[in-house]
C-alpha cells in the first residue's frame, strides 16, 4: 500500500528510543512519548498501525512524511526519524510541550500584542513555506502549538494535507481542509494556491480577538454558503475596544477574492503588527473566555465524534477482513473437495 519511506533508520524503534506514556490520540494512530536512548532527547512519536489505514490515508501520511524531511524552520515542527515496519509505521517527531495554542489563551491574560506577536511567527512559517513551494492547506487553532512550557514561541504541525508545488504545477484543485478555516475558492472547487493558507491566517486572527469564528452556523450547509459570500462583521460588543489596525488586516487577509488578499510581506509589513502600535490591554474578559470556552468545547466535542467514527469504521474493516480471509478458506477448501473427487472418480 503505497511507497516505503526514505531515509528511515535501519533496525526497530527500540534500539534508538525509549517509548514512555501515551501523550494523545490523533487521526491515524496513538501518540507517545520517548527518550532517545544516545542523548536522552524527549521527543513525541506518532505510531501508526498500517492494517489501520485505508490507501487514501496511507497517501497522506506519505505526503506528510517527506514534507517533514525538507521542513527545517524554527516555527514548523521537525521530523527526526522514520521507522518503517512490516505492521507499524513510526513518526518520531520534534515535542512540543507548551500545548495546543488555545487552550493556553483561556488560561492567561491575552491582548493584540500577543495576538500580533502569534500571527507574526505563523506568517513567517507560512513565507518559508511557500517559498519552498509548500502549501500547508490545514491552517487552524489543533495545528499550532507552543515549543515549551514558556509558551513564547509557536509551532506549526500537521502537514498531511500538505502539498508542493513545482513549476509546473501552480495551482492545486482538492478540496480539503477544515470547513471554518477554508477558503471558499478551496469550496468552490476553482483552482487555487498558496493564498488560501492566509485566508485560514485571517480566520485565526479573527478568532483570537473575539473567541467565536466569522464564519459559522449550525447547520454545514449554511457554513459553506456564508463562507462562499465571504461577508462577516465585527459586532460593537466584542469588537468595539478592538484597533482598527487588527480589523484592518483581518479585512485584507479575509478577501474572498484571493488575487486581493494580503501576501506574508505586507501582512509582516502591516501596523497591526508593529510592536509600537499593537494595544497591550487585555482583551481576554468574560464575554470573550465565554466565547471562547463554547468554540473549545465545540472543538473538543468534533474531534471526540471523529475519533469516534473512525474507531467504527476500523472495527467494521476488520470485520470485512475477517470475513473474506474466511470467506477465501472456504472457497479453497471447496475447490481442494472438488479436486480430490475428481481425482477418485479418474
Known sequence: MGQSFAPEKKGRIEQYYTIKERLG???????RLCIRNSDKLKAAVKIIKKRD?????????????????????????????IFDTKHHLYLVMELCEGGELF???CEGNFNEESAADIIRQITVALQYLHKNGVVHRDLKPENLLYATKKKKQIKL??????????SQDEALETRCGTLHYVAPEVLEKKKYNKNCDFWSLGVILYVLLCGYLPFYHEERSMTVRLI?????TFDDEEWGDISDNAKDLIRNLLQKDPTKRWTAVQILQSKFLSKSVASTRTINNESFKENFQKLQTARHQEHAERLAAMAMVSIHLKRWYKQARQNVGNKEKVKEEKDDSQEEIQ
Open 25 to 31: 490520540q490523533g487521526s491515524f494512530g496513538i501518540v
Open 228 to 232: 462562499r459570500a465571504g461577508k462577516f
Open 53 to 81: 489505514l485505508q490507501e487514501k490515508e496511507m497517501t497522506n501520511l506519505e505526503r506528510e512524511a517527506k514534507i517533514l524531511q525538507l521542513v527545517d524552520h524554527n516555527h514548523c515542527v521537525r521530523l527526526y526519524d
Open 103 to 105: 487552550d493556553a489563551i
Open 157 to 166: 504541525m500537521d502537514f498531511g494535507l500538505a502539498k508542493t508545488l513545482d
